[in-house]
């Protein structure tokens, strides 16, 4: 049987670690070894802004160990992410340089959407009872070293998902020297943590009642290790968590590392973890929380396998890019009308064109919700909504989404209305963003948006194909169209300039 070698590496803010896969010729995959290093580069970069010289020599070391273990397991494909260590770090480049001269190593630093999406993607496939336990409202909740993401379930859909900046790191180092002084650091950190996790169920949760939550994160694997000594396993209900709280506050880390066999700088991390879980299950009203023995690195096969469509899983992962923005629309009031008939409209003017001008996936997913979120700056002033829309998306996190992949959705929908200038014009405001997706993606909704200007979803269906140079948008209605075709000139003279071709619209009369 086919199979091939590969490796996960992961570049965390409290360890670096690689997983061995076996990837089968049946599409499937298989852990086959793990090595890891406790480096608290998150530290280095929270308390300095910056990874020191030593830091960097650490990694660069450790990555040269791990490439030796590449070789005696003939690894023929790897992935390799940093994190918020690295991302956060005012000398990201320097870093990634000499890791590429020290190691030649690639070395990808995620976005914290990003790199939650990829911890989803191991959740999703590797722990068997997910789908079960999403079923009825649940909040996954990622603890970080600088920030934790909470994403909600319900009914397996993705319903919300929202960063607090309250990571395992920052709470420990930024309140050790306050609770060193009091002699009560759980109760600081209770507080300090509390407020957050308050404010986030008053905004996303209103009247819902969580029912569980699952607890994902470098620390939530040593915290395991503590379970099988109360008799527990992944599941663990609110009662027994609270005594796996009174045991934690109740030793020092160095008894913890000592009795449990936990490396000491994981065990400084412990508490600000359970205290965090915690306040979820008791702000929450959770009844259980659910420890998989899942970590970042099935993540980031599972994201492997799923790029190149190697296997396909059950769950569908676009549908919770989705829903984040749906869930975006929603907080902004956004007609769901209009955006689903403009999003339709700009889906289907982008399949009947995708192929001859080289657009994918990835592409595809911009333009939908650019579609469902190109209204969201009315919420804030009518007045130059675009610009407001702009502003909205360019702060609000998209789940799976790359900064650079966001603020190309943000500029689609700015130039939506907004005359776009030559690329030499506007190539510093774009912030290293593509210029021609920009540029194509936004015709596309410029063309969709218009066809439904007077938000009464007049058209009742709409056909798209390329003749003669020509893109033929047949209308389906019975309707007065002469605003719709009106407008619809003035925007087809941008999408010929952009694709080449002139839409031309037609209208079949129906009954």
Known sequence: MAYKMFAAIYVGSNEIAM????????????GIDRVSRIIELGKDTYSNGFLSTDSINQICDVLNQFKKKMKEYQVTEYRAFATSAVREADN????LDAIKRNTNLEVKVLSN??????????????????????SKNTAFVDVGAGSVQVSLFDKNNLIVTENIPIGAVRVRDYLS??????????KIMSEYVENDIVTFRNIYLNDKEIKNVIAVGEVAASIKKLLPNMGQGDKVSKEQFDELYKLIISHHPQE??????????????????????????NNCKAEEIYIPNVDFNDGIVASYMDEGSRVVFDHNFEEDILASAYNIAK???????HIDRISDYALKIFDSIKKPFGLGKIERLQLHISALLHDCGNFINLNDAAKNSYFIIANTEIIGFSHKERMEVANIVKYNTHYLPGKNKVSAELDGCDYMNIAKLTAILRIANVLDKSHTQKIEDLAVSIKND???????????????????????DFFEKIYGIRPILKQRRTV
């Open 177 to 186: 020297i306050l609770g060193s002084k009091s002699g009560r650091l759980d």
């Open 470 to 492: 020509q893109l033929i948008i047949t209308a389906s209605t019975y309707e007065d169209i002469a605003l719709e075709a009106g407008l619809f000139e003035t925007r087809a």
């Open 256 to 281: 913890i590392s000592e009795k449990y066999g936990i490396p000491y700088e994981r065990a400084t991390l412990m508490l600000p973890n359970i205290i965090i879980y915690q306040s979820f299950l």
């Open 113 to 134: 959407s990003e790199q939650r999406y990829i911890n989803l993607k191991g959740m999703v496939v590797k722990y068997e009872d997910f789908h079960q336990v999403v």
């Open 92 to 95: 990201t480049e320097i870093v």
């Open 19 to 30: 997983r061995i896969y076996e990837i089968n010729g049946r599409k499937s995959f298989k």
């Open 331 to 337: 907080r902004y009031r956004c007609n769901r009308e």
